[in-house]
């Protein structure tokens, strides 16, 4: 089995910042890309910032420098660091890895979710 736990979501105000980290645990071999993706009522989950396996990275247009994704791969983790948020930056986030199981599987998987609320 597979785990990806989100952790650092919460309430900021207008021009602040969060950093959201999120670690995959498991039976893990090897994790390719990762990904931040957010989701508000009635809308479609939407990517955030992607990153890859050796680092490359992009992002939406809407979060393009203010956002910053990055991962430690000792550690299985990645982070989205969020600066001067808005209050449409309000969403759930997901963290999502494609990876290997050590049994050999190939899937995507997804972690259960932070909210971010950015409000004064």
């Known amino acids: 089995q597979v785990q990806l736990v989100e952790s650092g979501g919460g309430l900021v105000q207008p021009g602040g910042s969060l950093r959201l980290s999120c670690a995959a645990s498991?039976?893990?071999?090897?994790?390719?890309?990762m990904g931040w993706y957010r989701q508000t009522p009635g809308k479609q989950r939407q990517l955030v910032a992607h990153?890859?396996?050796?680092?490359?990275?992009n992002y939406a247009d809407s979060v393009k420098g203010r956002f910053t994704i990055s991962r430690d791969n000792t550690k299985n983790t990645v982070y989205l660091q969020m600066n001067s948020l808005k209050p449409e930056d309000t969403a759930v986030y997901y963290c999502?890895?494609?990876?290997?199981?050590?049994?050999?599987?190939?899937?995507?998987?997804w972690g259960q979710g932070t909210q971010v609320t950015v409000s004064s």
């Open positions: 999502n890895a494609d990876l290997w199981t050590s049994r050999g599987l190939n899937d995507d998987y």
């Open positions: 498991g039976l893990i071999f090897r994790i390719n890309a």
């Open positions: 990153i890859t396996r050796g680092e490359s990275t």
